[in-house]
């Protein structure tokens, strides 16, 4: 069967016979350093610390790669790195594809990354959700071919008999954990990525649904995709299905290569796996004997790189080394708590001494892999042959001063040490699970010209997020519904409350009271944007993290879609009030009010969501803001009264305009309104000149509901920046 193999030229590929595939993620020097606090003789003092610390390795294609260790090792940090969740600049090192140079933005259209915490909604049932995916992902294709592709996934993904449960949360019964897991999975790589990228996937899940997730995620890897995982504590079976491990410990790279060697790694360190127990936990609890000593897990990391022993700790019994003490290593420094490396410093011994160990041992990379499998596909054997290569070079360490992030190299290990080329795996082509189920092959000069950046256009961004908006508003009809009868019952109390005003002073102050308390009700509906929107930006932030839709019309769809709910609202208030309490001047008008009043205090406590961390604080800097606003619309104070240092806050105050507005189209009249204390008549004019309000001019109304809209704009405007450059999800 002919192939065509991308710019390579074309390749024979017979299927049944191992062929080689020029496929995986290989990666040199990572580096990753932050600035932490600690206290040096009583005072505070800056203190670098390398979460990661040149890591060198690879992640080969076909195969699931397993990032582990113990606590604090940094397998999240190192996912996080790969998969260009780190800032630009603060990551240091390289990172190439195929062999070929990639970029953090070719990262992140290429390739999915699964948190540990499902974000979806719970609402939706499992079709749903992952057909919206596929709207989003898969671009403007036939609206069959996406039901077809999201049939084939629930299927592979085992979730058919869920296929129309809701996603559900704490207060709606839904799927299960392992089920809303796979779900999760199966919203990220509804559009073929070529690298999976996941974190803790069965984390909070019990063995069988864990051992379910991994085996879905081992299908999706045999398709053809570079996966990559954290795990904490794999159970037995768990293993079996993992390919390649990657073992960190202090943001060091203590072992790398596939399970089945584990053993023998530690046989060559001196340690003695019992029978029974598993060699990667017995790995892990080795290193974390060195890491809670005074020597530390840095001549584990020397031994995983040059294949130096380690030094025997103080309580390691004799009999269980199997390899004499190497002279060739001399340690010297201490190791505190707190993983600030002492001092530190590796002799080799000269090169008549280094030609006696064999520095190809610790290059699992330089073997290669053949794949055989039963005509099931389900038994998969790794064979490996251990190359016997002797080095006469002194062993070198250097750090790459690589200025930005992810430029390729060719040559990703210093000094003499063999570079890891995935490609140096062969695979057997008949293991592939449906190759082109999950991904359509593409040539690999295709691949890396990157194309458009979104898979749909700006509109049909929208129109999808607009759709799936209605459908979660249809589904919870209490967000809605609680604005609206909230609205209502206070509609009907003010108009049995203010009914039939006095002509007098006091009836005049009545109806300064209701027009205030309104502008202030219309602000106080809002708040409950606060918790709905911060529930949603996690699901948001997942989303466009890569690329699935724009800022810009995640911004403009939710606006739209409330159009209409937030006019019922309006209207609903106004027709109840208009009639009750015989206000003056025009209804539309009154309405527009009330309408615009509500779109600028929406947009602002939509604003202030978006830059709190949690509901608590949202609702904390809502109420101080309406507060504030309350104190300076010109109700307690007019605008004229206002100190001028604080007349600011006036022209700030969301309050001001539509009291203002409210009062001009109640009072812009000669008629008489009640007589003061002398007996003269109070006219609707002459209140606005006490009050200090332009009336003379009848535009100066629609100039307060042009402000107004104003407002709403711009408070959307700073809701997409803070959107498009501050929520992302990130390390610094």
């Not at 390749?11 to 062929?19: N, Y």
């Not at 869920?162 to 199966?186: A, K, L």
């Not at 390691?316 to 190791?335: F, H, I, K, M, N």
């Not at 006219?683 to 009336?695: R, S, V, Y």
């Amino acid at each position: 069967m002919r192939r065509p193999n991308g710019n390579r030229g074309d390749a024979v590929i017979d299927i049944g016979k191992p062929v080689s595939i020029m496929g995986g993620l290989e990666f040199s020097n990572l580096t990753y350093t932050v600035v932490t606090k600690k206290e040096v003789n009583g005072t505070l003092a800056n203190q670098e610390v390398d979460l990661l610390n040149r890591i060198t390795g690879y992640a080969p294609k076909g195969c699931i790669t397993a990032v582990m260790g113990p606590s604090g090792a940094g397998k999240s940090t190192l996912l996080d790195g790969l998969a260009g969740r780190i800032a630009s600049g603060s990551l240091k090192g390289r990172v190439s594809m195929d062999g070929v140079d990639i970029s953090a933005s070719y990262i992140k259209r290429t390739s999915a990354y699964i948190m540990q915490d499902d974000r979806l909604f719970p609402m939706l049932t499992v079709y749903e959700t992952l057909m919206f995916a596929a709207d989003f992902r898969l671009g403007p294709i036939s609206t069959s071919d996406k039901k077809q592709r999201v049939e084939m996934l629930i299927e592979q993904l085992g979730l058919s008999t869920t296929r129309n449960t809701y996603i559900g949360d704490e207060g709606t019964r839904g799927v299960s954990g392992g089920e809303r897991r796979r779900v999760s999975i199966g919203v990220d790589i509804i559009h073929g990525p070529s690298l999976l990228f996941l974190d803790e996937p069965t984390s909070g899940l019990d063995s069988t649904s864990a051992h379910s997730v991994i085996e879905k995620v081992h299908d999706i890897a045999r398709s053809g995709s570079i996966v990559i995982l954290t795990i904490h504590q794999p159970s037995y079976r768990i293993q079996l299905l993992l390919d390649h491990l990657i073992i960190l410990a202090r943001g060091q790279l203590m072992y790398q290569g596939p399970p089945k060697d584990v053993g023998l790694h530690l046989s060559r360190m001196g340690r003695k796996v019992s029978n029974g127990e598993s060699p990667i936990e017995f790995l892990i609890d080795v290193i974390q004997e060195y890491d809670q000593s005074e020597v530390g897990v840095e001549p584990l990391a020397d031994f995983a790189l040059t294949g130096l022993k380690p030094p025997p700790l103080a309580d390691e019994e004799a009999s269980l080394t199997t390899v004499a003490p190497s002279p060739a290593l001399a340690w010297q420094g201490r190791r505190d708590r707190t993983g600030e490396r002492g001092g530190r410093r590796l002799h080799l011994e000269a090169d008549a001494q280094d030609k006696e160990f064999d520095h190809s041992l610790r290059s699992p990379w330089n073997n290669s892999r053949s794949w055989s499998a039963s005509h099931s596909g389900v038994a998969h054997m790794l064979r490996l042959t251990p190359s016997r290569q002797r080095s006469n070079q002194k062993t070198e360490i250097s750090l790459s001063s690589s200025p930005g992030y992810y430029t390729s190299s060719n040559d990703i290990l210093a000094g003499g040490t063999p570079t890891p080329h995935s490609s140096d795996y062969t695979v057997n082509e008949n293991d592939y699970l449906t190759p082109n189920n999950l991904a359509p092959a593409v040539a690999a000069h295709h691949r890396y010209h990157l194309g458009p950046k979104f898979a749909n256009s700006f509109f049909s961004e929208i129109w999808v997020l607009m759709r799936r908006n209605f459908t979660n508003i249809y589904r919870t009809p209490e967000l809605f519904l609680s604005r609206l009868v909230v609205l209502t019952v206070m509609g009907f109390m003010m108009a049995t409350m203010f009914k039939n005003p006095k002509h007098n002073l006091q009836g005049i102050t009545n109806r300064l009271s209701f027009f205030i308390f309104t502008v202030c009700l219309f602000f106080f509906s809002s708040n409950d944007a606060v918790p709905a929107f911060i529930q949603e930006r996690f699901i948001f932030v997942r989303e466009t993290s890569h690329n699935a839709y724009r800022a810009s019309s995640y911004t403009l769809a939710g606006l739209i879609t409330y159009l209409p709910f937030l006019a019922l609202q309006a209207g609903v208030y106004a027709g109840i009030v208009w009639k009750a309490l015989r206000l003056r001047g025009s209804f539309p008008y009154f309405f527009v009010v009330l309408y615009a009043s509500l779109l600028s205090t929406n947009s602002f406590v939509v604003f202030v969501s978006s830059v709190v961390p949690n509901y608590i604080l949202g609702y904390a800097a809502v109420i101080a803001f309406t507060a504030l606003f309350f104190l300076f619309c010109g109700y307690f104070l007019n605008s004229h009264d206002i100190p001028l240092y604080w007349k600011w806050m006036n022209k700030i105050s969301t309050m001001t305009y539509p009291y203002e507005g409210l009062l001009m189209n109640q009072f812009q009249t000669p008629e008489s309104f009640g007589k003061n204390q002398i007996g003269e008549d109070v006219t609707g004019t002459g209140i606005l000149t006490q009050l200090h309000i332009d009336h003379e001019n009848e535009s100066e109304k629609w100039r307060k509901v042009l402000i107004m809209l104003g407002w709403a704009v711009l408070y959307r405007v700073l809701f997409y920046l803070i959107l498009r450059f501050a929520s992302k999800n990130q390390r610094t």
